[in-house]
């Protein structure tokens, strides 16, 4: 098992990064690389924000978990990023909810959230069968469209950490002196 923690210098570049740069960074590994969709998304990410990834942990989320159709790989990916860093770096592993108490969401639950949102609003679901209905799988055009979806995929994601990352710098009402 990798024990390497994120770099904690993510944080910093993460404002940086362009939207343009992780898309077409997960376009060309999943394209010309050999990679799924899943593991295009953490290597890009790996390479823009100098995190390092374990793809065994992915390894099977390609076409919708295991070729299953189900739960998109991209998003899959992009989930398993939010948790390695916000996680580690803000202590996440505190608050559990999934199920076990429905108003104590971690700050992985809520990122993954977001991302979710961003993604359902762009196409409608999640679920690989339904997005590549008009397709025929595993054809160029299948591949095509899920780089395409891959890229999208990953502008989302680097939104929700930018968005995060900016969140955690603002002032909360205790950090702001009050006046006299």
């Known amino acids: 098992m990798n024990e390497t923690l994120p770099n904690p210098r993510w944080q910093e570049r993460v ?3 362009a939207p343009e740069t992780v898309e077409s960074k997960a376009e ?4 010309k690389g050999g990679f799924h969709c899943a593991e295009s998304m953490l290597l890009a990410f790996s390479e823009a924000l100098g995190v390092p990834v374990d793809l065994r942990y992915v390894r099977g989320f390609g076409g919708g978990l295991g070729q299953s159709r189900c739960l998109c790989g ?6 398993v ?3 390695l860093v916000l996680a580690e770096e803000r202590g ?8 076990r108490d429905a108003g104590n969401h971690s700050e992985v639950d809520r990122a993954i959230q977001k991302l979710e949102a961003l993604f359902k609003e762009r196409y409608r679901a999640n679920c690989c069968r339904w997005l590549t209905r008009k397709i025929e799988w595993g054809t160029p055009s ?15 994601l680097l939104q929700v950490l ?13 950090s702001v002196p009050q006046g006299p």
């Open 92 to 99: 996440g592993h505190q608050a559990r909810g999934g199920g």
């Open 81 to 83: 990023f939010l948790g």
């Open 74 to 79: 991209a998003v899959n990916g992009a989930s």
């Open 28 to 31: 060309e590994f999943f394209a």
């Open 142 to 156: 299948h591949l095509e469209h899920c780089v395409s979806l891959t890229g999208e995929t990953a502008k989302m």
């Open 162 to 174: 930018q968005e995060e990352m900016k969140a955690d710098r603002a002032p909360t009402a205790q």
């Open 15 to 17: 404002a940086s990064v």
